[in-house]
Each structure stands twice: as structure tokens, then as C-alpha cells.
Nanobody
């Protein structure tokens, strides 16, 4: 069983930054591809960024150059640094272990608005 707990969401103005954190239990990082997904109102959940156990990273085209995913294996924590935020980044952000299947956190709201 893997437990994922997100934190770091909030309200930010366009152009601002936020860093999300996801604390994972167990050996999630060494077993699963882990990543961040988001779901905006009325839209399907979509991949934002993922990192596999070998360290290969993938980003959605919409966030390339603005977001950075990283992990701290010693702390079992996954991060998402979000810069140059846009209103269209507004969504609930979810941490996932299992490449879009498997285990999910409870989600954290990110709102980008002036």
C-alpha cells in the first residue's frame, strides 16, 4: 500500500510561482513511475509531469520550460516547481504512483488569478 499526501497549493497571481510537495510512504519511488496530474473543472485529468524509477522525466507540452519535477529519495518526497503560472494552470493537482493508475493523493488546489 502506498500513501501520497500533497501540499503547497494555493492562490497565486499570473506570472507567480508555487512549489507542490508529495510525501510518499513505502518504496513508491523505487517501484513506480511517479508524477503529477491535474484536473480543471469540466475537463479530464491530464498528465503534467512524471519521472520513472530510472529518472527519465516527461512533461506535458503546456508546461515545458515553466514547470520542473524533482524527487528527494531520502525524504520520499516528490516536488513540482511551477513558475510563470497562467490562469489556465488552475486545477486540482494530484500526485500519482503508478503511471496514471495505481495510487493517488487527495489533491491540492492551485488557483492562478489576479
Amino acid at each position: 500500500q502506498v500513501q501520497l499526501v500533497e501540499s503547497g497549493g494555493g492562490l497565486v497571481q499570473p506570472g507567480g510561482s508555487l512549489r507542490l510537495s508529495c510525501a510518499a510512504s513505502g518504496r513508491a519511488f523505487s517501484i513506480y513511475a511517479i508524477g503529477w496530474y491535474r484536473q480543471a473543472p469540466g475537463k479530464q485529468r491530464e498528465l503534467v509531469a512524471r519521472i520513472n524509477p530510472g529518472g527519465i522525466i516527461n512533461y506535458a507540452d503546456s508546461v515545458k520550460g515553466r514547470f520542473a519535477i524533482s524527487r528527494d529519495n531520502a525524504k520520499n518526497t516528490l516536488y513540482l516547481q511551477m513558475n510563470s503560472l497562467k490562469p489556465e494552470d488552475t486545477a486540482v493537482y494530484y500526485c500519482n504512483a503508478g503511471d496514471g493508475l495505481g495510487y493517488w493523493g487527495q489533491g491540492t488546489q492551485v488557483t492562478v488569478s489576479s
